[in-house]
C-alpha cells in the first residue's frame, strides 16, 4: 500500500509567513493605517477578524505552523508536507519566504498575488507547474 504522506504539493502564492501588502494595496493599507479615523475602522475590523490577526507577519501561529511542519517533514515519507511554490515577481499581498524543508521558491515574471495562478493561451505557466514542469519560472 502506497504511503498517503508521500506526494507532491504545488502552492501558488501561500500565505504561510503572513499577509503584507506592497504596492498600490500596501499604500491603501498602511495609508487607513496612518489617518485616525481610518485606523479605528481597520483596527476594528483586524482584530474581529480571526484570519487577518493570524496571517499577521511574525504572528505566534504561524510560526508554531511553522515549526510543525518543519519537524514533520524531515520524516522521509512525509513528502506532502514539503511543498513546491510559485509566487509572481511582482507579489503584492503575501510575504514572499519558504520553509526550510521546501524546494527553492520558483517566481514568474510580471505576474502578481492574483494572476500567477491564472493560465491564458499565452501563460500556461500554472498547468505545468501543477504537473511538475514549469519552465517560465525562474528559482
Do not use: Q
Not at 474581529?48 to 518543519?70: F, I, M, P, Q, Y
Not at 509566487?87 to 498575488?113: A, Q, T
Request: glycine content about 4%; charged content about 25%; some cysteine.
Amino acid at each position: 500500500m502506497r504511503n498517503l504522506l508521500a506526494a507532491t504539493v504545488r502552492l501558488f502564492a501561500p500565505g504561510l509567513f503572513g499577509f503584507d501588502p506592497t504596492r498600490l494595496a500596501g499604500f491603501i493599507y498602511n495609508f487607513a493605517k496612518e489617518v485616525p479615523l481610518l485606523n479605528h475602522f481597520l483596527r476594528v475590523t483586524v482584530t474581529a477578524n480571526a484570519v487577518v490577526k493570524e496571517l499577521t507577519v511574525g504572528s505566534s501561529r504561524l510560526a508554531e505552523l511553522r515549526r510543525r511542519t518543519e519537524e514533520f517533514a524531515s520524516h522521509e515519507d512525509w513528502s506532502a508536507l514539503r511543498a513546491s511554490m510559485l509566487f509572481g515577481s511582482n507579489e503584492d499581498i503575501v510575504y514572499m519566504e519558504r520553509y526550510d524543508c521546501d524546494p527553492e521558491i520558483k517566481i514568474v515574471e510580471l505576474r502578481d498575488h492574483t494572476s500567477v495562478c491564472k493560465p491564458e493561451p499565452a501563460y500556461r505557466t500554472p498547468l505545468e507547474f501543477v504537473y511538475g514542469r514549469s519552465s517560465s519560472a525562474r528559482a
